[in-house]
């Protein structure tokens, strides 16, 4: 950060950080790292001016500049010689307060905090145009992947008419190393958390919070339609075992905890669950930590973007690109030239979510029954009763004679999400059921290119 060495009379981008946790401190290191070229490109270099975090030993590792460090957050939001705040302490509170008053003081703000902006989207979009500052979240999707700048600057032309994507690496980690090792799902999630891939609360990953806050994110960027993440339908990847990973492969498929969002005439459609992806998809060779999104829109197609979605370095280069931007702006003495939300007129006509129970698809059900004569005919009769057609249904596994339980695997024709969890409660209250059933959905595949 060569502003930190300069004299106060040189031209910088004064900026202030809050948080100096792993995005904060990886954020510092690009911005060192790499701040001639970034001075370069930009013209003048940022300054690091305060830094909060409540724990000194934070910033003590980060060896900043004598007066830097603060333990006060609100009284950086209120020093004047802040340009850009920078909020990278996550959660909701005491984030969305701080944000509103670095707003309110007339600072643009960047931040990579999806909990904050899937809660309170309307609130923070509506006080960034109304202080005519600008408001960065590429960090908050997807890490380091330029996914909002695609949406909001190289796709602006365009109406995307469908979001699939891998938008947590944590369980695409999971996923992938369970197939790989042939592991149960509890013991890769403590090797995650080992290396330091999950979420504190490994619930926000595992159970599908995380992407589905960033999906709310995307629909709004997308389709104009402000949705709070609690109205998507929501399954994580707790319930998937060994065997789903094994038999999607056997099918030609592979399983992954997608997001998918999409708009038709109005009614737009987005769920967080496992799936099984076609061999040939693109997204179904995405492993590890990676990030994955596919877009479909009217112009150009699909097209695909890849990279880490976590991680220090990869979300600070997304935080470092909106200081940029916002510095750009700053400089050019433009204000607020992109609006936060993407458009400058909100359409009145957003458009509404459709039921949940109305998407459809194939769908893979795993029932765990015993392994007795007629077992099979009841439980797909069950799903005949509801008007499920059935592909191909295979069992696995043979019981000693004792009545062990062993999986049936069935694979379904196109039925709706409200018919499959109907039949499933059916299923699951049959007496030869042995523990609650499993659901994926199985997406087509692309079309040739
Ligand atoms: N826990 C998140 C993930 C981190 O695994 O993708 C980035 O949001």
Known sequence: MSGEAKTMESR????????????????????????????????????????????????????????????DAKAVVEDPSVQVVVELIGGIEPARSLILAAMENGKHVVTANKALLSAHWEELVTKAEEKRVSLGFEGSVAGGIPLIHTIRRGLVANRIQRVTGIINGTCNYILTRMAR?????????????????????????????????????????????????????????????????????????????????????????AWVHPALVPISHPLASVDGVFNAIYLEDDNVGPSLYLGRGAGALPTGSAVVADLVSAARDILSGAVSRMPAS????????????RGAGDSRSEFYLRVT???RPGVL?????????????IASVIQRGRGDGQEEAVPILVVTHEASFAEMTAAMADVDALSVVKKGSFLARIIPGTEDP
């Open 377 to 389: 005919s009841a439980v797909t009769g069950v799903l005949g009763r509801h008007g499920i057609s």
């Open 181 to 269: 090792d042939r592991k149960p799902f509890a013991e890769i999630l403590l090797d995650a958390q080992a290396h330091g891939f999950a979420e504190a609360d490994p619930a926000l990953d595992v159970e599908g919070i995380d992407a589905a806050q960033k999906l709310a994110i995307l629909v709004d960027l997308c389709f104009g339609l402000s949705l709070a993440p609690g109205a998507i339908t929501r399954c994580g990847i707790t319930a998937v075992t060994p065997l789903d990973l094994a038999m999607a492969e056997e099918l030609g498929y592979r399983m992954k905890l997608l997001c998918s969002a999409a708009s038709e005439r109005g009614e737009v459609e």
């Open 12 to 71: 910088t981008i004064k900026i202030a950080i809050l948080g100096l946790g792993n995005i904060g401190a990886g954020t510092v290191e690009i911005l060192r790292r790499n701040g001639g070229l970034i001075e370069q490109r930009l013209g003048v270099p940022f300054e690091l001016v305060r830094a909060a975090d409540l724990d000194p030993a934070r910033a003590k590792k980060l060896e900043l500049l004598p007066g830097v460090f603060t333990t």
């Open 369 to 371: 029954v015993l392994d």
């Open 342 to 353: 993407g458009a400058r007129i909100r359409s009145q006509e957003r458009g509404h979510l």
